[in-house]
């Protein structure tokens, strides 16, 4: 499978045992808590499904199918299982001599298959995302203790590095934040002194969806503003979180759907064969979603500063140069030296730059057209929109939208 790399830990044998009937298929179980309504389930589950359809598999989907893995039974109920890997699970397949495969980055489970989330690649990302859009401070919000907060602080970490930029990072444990909450004030109180902290303008990476939220309602109560002071980065694209309330969340898709496919296709490979590696694979993001959450540049200078700020909190107007120069109080060539200065670009262009990362996120949320997108954004017509995007993009509006559809 391309974009997968392989790190095989052991070599495993499995010998299944007979089951007093001849089965036509193979029985697989698929171990997802599918009740907790996660987007990396229920994707994980579809790729899963995916591919069972094309195999001609029988599947049953448990929470836990360690319950009904009985050792001391004369056969094995199922010819297989994959999905969130525990020890018991692990330990009752193991016993049972059936191959299992895991999904789940954080199982505690050893020597075992399994189809992972690439959070190094999708750290990656999120760093040249941010900067991309000018920030030279940085942050890292995410668990502590926990393999995908390690490895997506380490692919942030390998883009900052060499550029000489540092950050600094909020850790917290994962149960003082669910459950009962019972840690949640001392979560709150970690995570108002870091931000207390920052110099902003900053760029933040955030391993969870959920807590960009946290993050923001906290940078409102310092007076700090998103995206102008701080652009937020989040992990995993959970479209309810990510939509709503203003501002949307850029976001990283992991592509649980392609990590259940791969899941089972390597459990395909292990149930046909006595002898299989039990590797484990890292699967890459299908990519970083740009919202508004990173919708503007940083600037050290005051005067550039504020007048990305203007710009940012009114794209959705026909606004011209003179309209921010007059926000700003300053005159237009001075502004306009500073911006090229700090920027690297005009301010003109920064307006339509900005216009055209906020089409490309319409043009995938709706069905609007390019006329409509056009009025909405500022541009005096759908032939003036096409122009300027195809300009800034390389590509036509239509071939832009093609492109994104075939890498769904």
Known sequence: MLGLTGQNDSETSFFPMDAPTKQSSKRVAVCLEMEWGHKRHLEAYAGVHKYADE????????????????????????????????????RAATEIKIPAVNIWI??????IAGVLADFEASGKL????????????????GFLREKDARNQIQGFREILKPLGFRFTTYRFQRGSVGGEGLGWEKFLEGLEQWVEAWEPPIGVLVGND?????????????????????????????????????PSLTSIDLDFELIGYRAAEKLDEM???????????????????????????????????????????????????????FAV???????????????GCSIAEEISRLR???????????????????????????????????????MPPSQYVKRQLDCK
């Open 210 to 246: 959920l807590y960009c939220r946290h993050l923001i309602e906290t940078c409102r109560a310092k007076g700090l503003k998103v995206p102008q002071d701080v652009a937020i980065v989040g992990t995993s694209n959970e479209p309810i979180i990510c939509s709503s309330p203003y």
């Open 126 to 141: 999120a760093a040249q995302h941010l900067v991309g859009r000018g920030f030279r401070r940085f942050g890292y919000m």
């Open 106 to 111: 954080n199982s505690p489970a050893k020597n």
């Open 329 to 343: 109080r300053t005159n237009r060539r001075t502004l306009e030296r500073k911006f090229r200065a700090s920027m």
């Open 356 to 394: 055209i990362e906020r089409s490309k996120r319409l043009m995938m949320e709706s069905d609007a057209s390019f006329k409509s997108l056009a009025l909405d954004l500022g541009f005096r017509n759908a032939d003036h929109f096409c122009k300027v995007f195809s300009r800034i993009e390389g």
């Open 271 to 325: 149930m046909n064969s006595k002898k299989a590696l039990a590797s484990v694979e890292y699967s890459p993001p299908k990519g970083l979603i740009p919202r508004q959450s990173t919708d503007s540049l940083a600037a050290d200078d005051p005067l550039v500063a504020n007048a990305l700020r203007f710009i940012s909190e009114n794209g959705k107007e026909r606004i011209q140069v003179g309209d921010v120069v």
């Open 55 to 90: 195999a001609g598999w029988d599947c049953v989907t448990t929470p836990s199918a360690a319950r009904v893995l009985n050792p001391e039974s004369s056969f094995a109920p199922f010819d297989g299982v994959l999905g969130r890997i525990t020890k018991p699970l692990a």
